[in-house]
């Protein structure tokens, strides 16, 4: 699997950005995709996860009622719109996929694939 990340760039708070992440490589079945961003000197840190079905959608607290996960199965596509951006939501962010199901969607090792990351940067 391939996960190509897009839609990043330079954003004033308050202000909002789609995210987009493109699967190629396979049959689009991972169970679970997420999004984790990650700052300089930091761990790479859960935003969102969502299920196949997208019965299951899971946000970082930091993120909940602001940004919205999203996934396009006939396209092989996963979305992020994030809105009301704030300063501290500046990093690269990377899209992750995995194969079955697995209670720590949050944690980065559980993720087979990712992607190359998209930089945003969210001004005061």
């Known amino acids: 699997v391939q996960l190509q990340a897009s839609g990043g760039g330079l954003v004033q708070a308050g202000g909002s950005l789609r995210l987009s992440c493109a699967a190629s490589g396979r049959t689009f079945s991972s169970y679970y995709m997420a999004w984790f961003r990650q700052t300089p000197g930091k761990e790479r840190e859960f935003v969102a996860a969502?299920?196949?079905?997208?019965?299951?959608?899971k946000y970082a607290d930091s993120v909940k009622d602001r940004f919205t996960i999203s996934r396009d199965n006939a396209k092989n596509t996963m979305f992020l719109q994030m809105n009301s951006l704030k300063p501290e939501d500046t990093a690269v962010y990377y899209c992750?996929?995995?194969?079955?199901?697995?209670?720590?969607?949050?944690?980065?090792?559980?993720?087979?694939?990712w992607g190359q990351g998209t930089l945003v940067t969210v001004s005061s």
């Open positions: 992750a996929s995995r194969d079955g199901y697995s209670g720590f969607y949050y944690r980065p090792n559980e993720y087979s694939y």
């Open positions: 969502i299920s196949w079905t997208g019965a299951i959608i």
